[in-house]
């Protein structure tokens, strides 16, 4: 037991240590964690793209009615040619579902009805808590 309270700081020194080196600051870390720990919706498209731009008002609403629930990203492949390609896209939009770990869950190609992607986490098994907004309707 007693190595185990010498470990502790130690351990806790490194992680500091960590820290630094990466340039990452203990908030910035707390901050990246915590979006990691939910689930992320990335719809790839670009801004001139018509069923593109149609997604634009539904991923707006999903962010602010689901903040803290759910992390929406919106990432334009015609501006940032490499990041589509990076996740293997064929078409636009697309729409890919990452649980809380990062795992691909889901995708989508074309638009998507926000009920439609509400209905798709449900099946995922992730729960959204109902937004304020909804709950007075």
């Not at 130690?10 to 915590?34: H, K, N, P």
């Not at 992607?117 to 808590?129: H, Q, S």
């Amino acid at each position: 037991m007693k190595s185990m309270s010498v470990l502790r700081p130690c351990l806790i020194v490194f992680a500091c240590l960590a820290l630094l080196a990466t340039g990452l600051s203990a908030s910035d870390a707390s901050a990246a964690a915590a979006k990691v720990a939910i689930p992320r919706l990335v719809d790839l498209g670009a801004d001139k793209c018509i069923p593109c731009r149609m997604m634009t008002p539904i991923l707006a609403e999903l962010a602010k009615e689901y903040a803290g629930q759910l992390d929406v990203l919106f990432i334009d492949v015609w501006k940032k040619r490499e990041e589509g390609e990076s996740y293997g896209i064929r078409v636009i939009p697309t729409q890919i579902f990452f649980d809380a770990t990062g795992k691909e869950r889901f995708r989508h190609e074309g638009f998507f009805a926000k009920k439609d992607i509400l209905a798709k986490w449900k099946e995922l098994g992730v729960e959204l808590r109902e937004p304020a907004t909804a709950k007075g309707n």
